[in-house]
T-cell receptor
Framework: GQQLNQSPQSMFIQEGEDVSMNCTSS?????WLWYKQDPGEGPVLLIA?????ELTSNGRLTAQFGITRKDSFLNISASIPSDVGIYFC???????????FGKGITLSVRP | SQTIHQWPATLVQPVGSPLSLECTVE??????LYWYRQAAGRGLQLLFY??????ISSEVPQNLSASRPQDRQFILSSKKLLLSDSGFYLC???????????????FGPGTRLLVL
C-alpha cells in the first residue's frame, strides 16, 4: 500500500534555529498536507499544497510540493518554544478521498 | 466558519463495557467524516469514513463500529471494549467532493479512551 516516510522520528533544535522536515513517497500524490499536533490535542492543518512545484508560506512556515509529486518538505524558520509538537505530512491520491499519513516527527526546541 | 466537536474528551471504561463516542460538525453540509485512532501519541490509523448518512466504510477489521445517523453526526461504538481499544480517537471532516473545495481534512480535539 501507499506509505509516506518521515524521518528522523525526533529532532532536537535550539531556539532560533531553522529546521527542515522531509516527507517522501514511493507513489504519486496530488495533494500534500502538513499538520502539527500538540500533546493531547487533534492535529491542526498548517499548510496545504495542491500543485507540483507549489511553494506556500504560513508565517514562519514554508512548504513545497515536490516536482516529482513524490515528496514534500516543511521548513520552520527562527524556531520558538511553541513550535514543539509532532509534525505529520499527509498525501492524497486523486482516486479517493482518504489521506495517507506519515508517522510524524517529534520536534523539541531547547530554549 | 466550520467547527468540529468530539465528546467526551476523556473516558475510562472497564473491559467488556460498551462504548459510544460522538463527533459533530457545524457550519457545513454533507461533509465527509472520518474516525482515526492514534496509539501512543503517534501514527494515525483510519478506522471508518462516511460520505453520507448511513454510508459507512470500514478500513480495518476490529471491535468497533461506526454510524452516521445525521448529516453532521458521526458515532463510534463498541459492544464490548478490549484492552487494545485504548487510544486517542480523532474525528475529522472534509468538504464533499461535489463542493469542489478539495479533500483537506480538519480534525476534532480528540477523545482519550483508557480501557482498564
Amino acid at each position: 500500500g501507499q506509505q509516506l516516510n518521515q524521518s528522523p522520528q525526533s529532532m532536537f533544535i535550539q531556539e532560533g534555529e531553522d529546521v527542515s522536515m522531509n516527507c517522501t513517497s514511493s507513489s504519486i500524490f496530488n495533494t500534500w498536507l502538513w499538520y502539527k499536533q500538540d500533546p493531547g490535542e487533534g492535529p491542526v492543518l498548517l499548510i496545504a499544497l495542491y500543485k507540483a512545484g507549489e511553494l506556500t508560506s504560513n508565517g514562519r512556515l514554508t512548504a513545497q510540493f515536490g516536482i516529482t509529486r513524490k515528496d514534500s518538505f516543511l521548513n520552520i524558520s527562527a524556531s520558538i518554544p511553541s513550535d514543539v509538537g509532532i509534525y505529520f505530512c499527509a498525501g492524497q491520491h486523486s482516486a479517493n478521498s482518504k489521506l495517507t499519513f506519515g508517522k510524524g516527527i517529534t520536534l523539541s526546541v531547547r530554549p | 466558519s466550520q467547527t468540529i466537536h468530539q465528546w467526551p474528551a476523556t473516558l475510562v471504561q472497564p473491559v467488556g463495557s460498551p462504548l459510544s463516542l460522538e463527533c459533530t460538525v457545524e457550519g457545513t453540509s454533507n461533509p465527509n467524516l472520518y474516525w482515526y485512532r492514534q496509539a501512543a501519541g503517534r501514527g494515525l490509523q483510519l478506522l471508518f469514513y462516511s460520505v453520507g448518512i448511513g454510508q459507512i466504510s470500514s478500513e480495518v477489521p476490529q471491535n468497533l463500529s461506526a454510524s452516521r445517523p445525521q448529516d453532521r453526526q458521526f458515532i463510534l461504538s463498541s459492544k464490548k471494549l478490549l484492552l487494545s481499544d485504548s487510544g486517542f480517537y480523532l474525528c475529522a471532516w472534509s468538504a464533499s467532493r461535489t463542493s469542489g473545495s478539495g479533500e483537506t481534512q480538519y480534525f476534532g480535539p480528540g477523545t482519550r479512551l483508557l480501557v482498564l
